[in-house]
């Protein structure tokens, strides 16, 4: 079993940033195995979205909504997987899912950190 915490979350005016952590415990052994991590996040009365993803060989992918402001980073050695979000907008607002996405069986889920951008 894996566990996912993260943290960072809070209240920013816009144009301001954040950045977020995501720590992994549990087995190990699986968290390591997992090539594609990623973060998510879900606003009021929307689905939840992808936001951005991250490769253990570093290749990224980022949602057009945010691309250009924020930054998926992963330290493979500690486990942890960051989100910088710069430039942040009232519509970043939402809750934020760290994910650990494994080629077999079913993902893994943090319980969310709440961003909210407003002045």
């Known amino acids: 079993q894996v566990q996912l915490v993260e943290s960072g979350g809070g209240l920013v005016q816009p144009g301001g940033s954040l950045r977020l952590s995501c720590a992994a415990s549990?087995?190990?052994?699986?968290?390591?195995?997992?090539?594609?991590r990623r973060w998510y996040r879900q606003a009021p009365g929307k689905e939840r979205e992808l936001v951005a993803s991250?490769?253990?060989?570093?290749?990224?992918y980022y949602a057009d909504s945010v691309k250009g402001r924020f930054t998926i980073s992963r330290d493979n050695a500690k486990n942890t997987l960051d989100l910088q979000m710069n430039s942040l907008k009232p519509e970043d607002t939402a809750v934020y899912y760290c994910?650990?996405?494994?080629?077999?069986?079913?993902?893994?889920w943090g319980q969310g950190t709440t961003v909210t951008v407003s002045s």
């Open positions: 991250i490769t253990r060989g570093g290749s990224t």
């Open positions: 994910n650990a996405h494994p080629a077999w069986g079913n993902d893994y």
């Open positions: 549990g087995n190990m052994f699986s968290i390591r195995r997992i090539d594609d």
